[in-house]
């Protein structure tokens, strides 16, 4: 607890570009919890080489990141906002607790499974371990809460599992978190595949919006989205792309999936199509103003990367000292 505030952390990798879902699901719901939380949103860029990156590319997308992270509307000065490689903490308390999580654990995990397959070429140890350096974002900072989605709880319940393990050996060292789930938008799917996830690396143009797309675009995919042949707009698992519409506008206006069904009642497809795109043009519009705006302003950007990063590493060095000490590690001498 810091500041009499529970801990909350999040973060997202730099890689790709980020998408609606990425917005509403995550993105949009973290400006809220500012006030609720201590809140540290890292650009883990840690997490992102475990796939091969072009540097340049890379620190060029972590910046955007991070900028857009302020553009969404995250206060800087409320929120740490870093980068998860200018705090070494990470990397070190990962190591630590590598030694603490069983190898059966880690064959579970799916997102692993998952990549592997899509990458064949280069299954690494870092793409094996991914969830480990996960478990060591959230408990460096003695996190409270984590907004995860449902794809990403496998990787929340291994960091409890592995905090309760280390706190069974040494005592009361890490918080153990609890999950924090968004009301809407929890999970945005695919316009062109309803059954999958909303993703920044799929290979169909159509089936993701991206948070930079430019209005006549994000019209154009939202009239190509799968729907079906019923006719019926109506809120249920058996109409997966009506559903995923009706959560988008949802999630956009405020309103709830009931609300919405009764405003649509009686119209058609396609004007619930276009309805779903203006809504989706509104909000990304003062993003993407703002982000222009402050993409200009070097200095302050800067400013905010290395205030945040020593804010961040005042955090994480605490948490890591106590670790290293409680396994044994000699005392630095100072």
Known sequence: MINDKKVLFSGMQATGTLTLGNYLGALKNW??????????????????????????????????LLTLYIAAGLNPEKNCIYYQSH??????????LNCFTYMGELNRMTQFKDKSAKHADNINAGLFTYPVLMAADILLYQADVVPVGIDQMQHLEITR????????IYGDVFTIPEAYIGKSGAKIMSLQNPDKKMSKSDENPNASV???????????????????????????EEQPGIKNLLDIYCACNGLTPEQ????????????????????????????????AELSKDKAYIDGIIKENAEKANY????TLRKVQKKV???ERVR
């Open 328 to 330: 044994g590690f000699p």
């Open 315 to 318: 955090y994480a060095t605490k």
């Open 210 to 236: 991206y948070l930079m797309d430019d209005p006549d675009t994000v019209m154009r995919k939202f009239k190509r989205a799968v729907t079906d042949s019923e006719g019926c707009i109506c809120y249920r």
């Open 87 to 96: 705090v070494s903490g990470h990397a070190e308390l990962s190591w630590i």
């Open 260 to 291: 919405a069904v009764k405003e649509f009642d009686g119209r058609g497809y396609g004007e619930l199509k276009m309805a779903v795109g203006e809504a989706v043009v509104s909000v990304l519009k003062p993003v993407q103003d703002r982000f």
């Open 31 to 64: 400006v809220t919890l500012s006030d609720e939380y201590e809140c540290f949103y890292s650009v883990v860029d840690l997490h992102s080489i475990t796939v091969r990156q072009n540097p340049a590319e890379l620190r060029k997308r972590a910046r955007n």
């Open 161 to 168: 599992d592995i905090a309760q393990r280390f706190n069974g």
